[in-house]
């Protein structure tokens, strides 16, 4: 993921950042969602995450 966003964001320190700004929470959500009884709600929580962080990469 750092490799990508460095080549979005033409700035290899920043990327760093940026990747675990993303997969953190998609990896906790993961963990969540293997024992969660209402996986839908983790779903939607997981898109909330990804709407989100679009909206923060289009403001950067």
């Known amino acids: 993921m750092e ?3 460095s080549e979005m ?6 990327a ?3 990747a675990l700004n993303f997969y953190g929470p ?7 969602y293997d024992g ?9 929580l997981l898109e909330e995450h990804m709407d ?4 923060e990469m289009q403001i950067s």
């Open 9 to 14: 964001l033409g700035d290899a320190e920043k």
């Open 52 to 55: 989100h962080f679009l909206q």
């Open 3 to 5: 490799a990508l966003f």
């Open 26 to 32: 998609i990896f906790l959500l993961y963990s969540i």
């Open 16 to 18: 760093r950042q940026t």
């Open 36 to 44: 969660a009884e209402e996986k839908s709600q983790v779903i939607k």
